[in-house]
């Protein structure tokens, strides 16, 4: 099952965040997330938070009671956190992110920290900028960009070191590089329109133009 999570701070244009949601079997809104879903004209399955950054608290209240997750402001986990294990509970196996884009920096540090945790690691984050794809151990990443766009590349998880990568349409080749923790590929460029990326020993976090799309692959050839 796949589970779209809107949440707070800069989120993707109107168009995509629907676009986003036709692919969900299960949307959730994380606090402001709400407002974002609701301009956009999506009505979440649930909605998850302290609310201390909602603006809509009328569309909110006007909701169903089982609409609503409420949690105190003092607490362990952010809004986003409760939003994926709440997702993971009911079910979901694929989890895009939409938001959280620009505003204080702890909160970007925080949601990158999300891709850390290979059980509840979401597969798409999606911001006004950037979309932000985690790549699995030997998977094949095949994406479609327009030429000289800028491609990153990032060790994700806890692995203290990323080899047997390998890349095709890149300027740098990923291939032969072996990156010690707390090593990556930033401003990598696209040399066409088509390009692949195959992580090798660890995960990896591909951060493409926003909008452009991701499918995926055991193995070296999709």
Partial sequence: MKALIVTGGQAPSFGLLRKLAA?????IAADSGFDSARKAGLGPDLVVGDFDSLESRAALAALPPSKILAFPMDKDDTDTEIALSTAVARGAEYIMIAGGGG??????????????????????????????????????ARFTVLPDSIVSVFPAGASKACQGM?????????????????????????????????????????????????LFKDGEAL
């Fill in 23 to 27: 692919k969900a079997d299960l949307i």
């Fill in 103 to 140: 505003g204080r920096l702890d909160h970007l540090l925080a949601m990158s920290r999300l891709f850390d945790r290979s059980e509840t690691a979401p597969r798409e984050w999606h911001t006004r900028r950037e979309s932000v794809y985690y790549i699995r151990q030997d998977e094949l």
């Fill in 166 to 214: 390998k890349s095709w349409g890149l300027k740098w080749p990923l291939e032969g590089l072996d990156w010690r923790q707390g090593y990556f590929g930033i401003s990598n460029r696209a040399l066409q329109g088509d390009c692949e990326v195959l992580a090798g020993s660890s995960d990896l976090l591909l951060v493409l133009p926003v909008g452009s799309e991701c």
